[in-house]
């Protein structure tokens, strides 16, 4: 694998999209081989929705101080990054790639897991625990459809899963670490703009289901909120449609039929607000209020 990432590239399928890439960075190929062992690799010759490469800049200071540029179609979209960063910039170079080019898609950015054919829809910010809550509900019994990207197909207004790594950040490393002790965890990356970063590997299961769509049954908008109960409350459908808006990447290149497709996801959903501070208590909230017939209990 190593070889042919360096040389004619890696197709590698992440549900229905497939990226060629090329690099030379150990870290690159040890990050691939560890989180996407389980997905599929493309043959050589065939297509590939987006060419990216991972690789030292093209000067002198590559020699000075190691840096990592992400290059898209041979431009280079995002500054470069210190060289011990190149896995974290490749995986937010892939969320830039389907957020900003995929627009046969709706995307939300929103974590999605599914359980029954019913789908969870969690849109949020960055900083509100939404890919803390997103691992701890995949490591108890949920099927992770994607941790930061929702995309939903226009013709059926289903969630289309993209299952890659879950990133976390700082002391969500390890509350996942306590929480799912069979959690497959890879570096911590000190000191990048968004603090320590680790990934990790998406369940085998989720990887092979990626072709099994579902439907949004739950849109729940989390927020971490240190030392407070776990609190569920209901949202008006009217003020979850704005959200979703906003929330939303290329709502405005699918115009009248982007509104539609987000009016008959709120319309068939239930919609919360939901404040919380430790992972067990929320998991279990979580949990009753999807097994109950008409809400929580």
């Not at 070889?3 to 150990?26: F, Q």
């Not at 989390?222 to 979850?240: T, V």
């Not at 709120?266 to 109950?292: H, I, K």
Request: aromatic share 8%; net charge neutral.
């Amino acid at each position: 694998m190593k070889a042919r990432l360096e040389n004619e590239g890696l197709r590698l399928r992440t549900g229905p999209i497939v990226t060629k890439v090329r690099s030379s960075l150990a870290s690159i190929a040890n990050g691939i081989a560890l989180h996407y062992c389980a997905h599929s690799i493309e043959a050589v010759s065939g297509f590939a929705d987006f060419q990216v490469s991972i690789e030292r800049p093209r000067s002198l200071r590559r020699w000075m101080q190691p840096q990592a540029v992400f290059r898209f179609d041979d431009n280079i979209p995002f500054a470069p990054l210190p060289g011990n960063q190149a896995f974290p910039m490749f995986e937010w170079g892939l969320n830039w790639c389907v957020s900003h080019h995929c627009n046969q898609f709706l995307t939300l950015h929103a974590a999605v897991v599914e359980r029954h054919a019913a789908a969870l829809v969690l849109p949020a910010p960055a900083g509100s625990g939404k890919s803390t809550l997103c691992a701890g509900l995949v490591f108890n019994g949920w099927r992770l459809l994607s941790d930061e990207l929702t995309i939903i197909d226009p013709g059926s207004n289903s969630i289309v899963p993209l299952p890659r790594p879950v990133s976390l950040k700082n002391a969500s490393i390890e509350v996942i670490r306590g929480f799912a002790p069979s959690a497959i965890i890879g570096p911590v990356v000190e000191e990048t703009a968004k603090g320590q970063v680790a990934h990790v590997r998406p369940p085998a299961d989720a990887v092979a289901r990626a072709e099994e769509r579902a439907t949004a049954r739950w849109i729940i908008f989390p927020r971490y909120a240190a030392e407070s109960e776990a609190r569920l409350e209901p949202l008006g459908k009217a003020a979850a449609l704005m959200r979703l808006v906003e929330s939303s990447f290329n709502y405005n290149v699918h115009g009248r039929s982007g509104f539609e497709m987000l009016c008959e996801m709120v319309g068939a959903s239930d919609c919360y607000e939901f404040g919380y501070a430790r992972l067990p208590e929320a998991v279990a909230m979580l949990d009753r209020l999807t097994n109950a017939p008409h809400g929580p209990a």
